[in-house]
T-cell receptor, first 120, second 115 residues
């Protein structure tokens, strides 16, 4: 249980284009999803927290108009990088926290495998 | 406020020898503590977690960690390293503050296992 997938696993795009990354909880309902960014050989930095059906809460310094987050259902959140630039190249990782019940703990975030974005 | 300090950015051990990855935390609330492992270009895998139950926590792949409140530490250990243990390890703290529960990641420790 508690499987989180991300699609695509890697993407290369041209500067100025937009890229959408999907995060899905496959076998549980995720009341909250988180988006992280990881630069090479660095730790994860939280970008935003999203709850199903409401606007995402962005961390300080993260541009909400550039990184659009949609959490339209209890199993899907999307991150759209708009007008991507080379400095947006990074490893983006999502995680999901369930609403409890069964083996899914509310105090644990379950991580997706990550999406490698390269902007040329 | 909460924070995590991983005391070593790199640790090298020989295969078959013990592993010790150090982690200290600070938290204003009763914390939950986690260790995650990340292999190259992969997502994070949960090794183990402490959530106010037994202070000695056993995880997957032979890893364990001991929560020591007096020392604000949560060091990760393994009796005998295997080549497949080579990866990046993150110590993570989570504290409940009101209705929010966020993770704070340590800077990571790169574990190298020498043959």
């Amino acid at each position: 249980g508690a499987v989180v997938s991300q699609h695509p696993s890697w993407v290369i795009c041209k500067s100025g284009t937009s890229v959408k990354i999907e995060c899905r909880s496959l076998d549980f309902q995720a009341t909250t999803m988180f988006w992280y960014r990881q630069f090479p050989k660095q730790s994860l930095m939280l970008m935003a927290t999203s709850n199903e059906g409401s606007k995402a809460t962005y961390e300080q310094g993260v541009e909400k108009d550039k990184f659009l987050i949609n959490h339209a259902s209890l199993t899907l959140s999307t991150l759209t990088v708009t007008s991507a630039h080379p400095e947006d190249s990074s490893f983006y990782i999502c995680s999901a926290r369930g609403g409890g019940g069964g083996a899914i703990r509310t105090d644990t975030q379950y991580f997706g495998p990550g999406t490698r974005l390269t902007v040329l | 406020a909460q924070s995590v300090t991983q005391l070593d950015s790199h640790v090298s051990v020989s295969e078959g020898t013990p592993v010790l990855l150090r982690c200290n935390y600070s938290s204003s609330y009763s914390p939950s503590l986690f260790w995650y492992v990340q292999h190259p270009n992969k997502g994070l895998q949960l090794l183990l977690k402490y959530t106010s139950a037994a202070t000695l926590v056993k995880g997957i792949n032979g890893f364990e960690a001991e929560f020591k409140k007096s020392e604000t530490s949560f060091h990760l250990t393994k009796p005998s390293a295997h080549m497949s243990d080579a990866a990046e390890y993150f110590c993570v703290v989570s504290s409940l503050s009101g209705s929010a529960r966020q993770l704070t990641f340590g800077s990571g420790t790169q574990l190298t296992v020498l043959p």
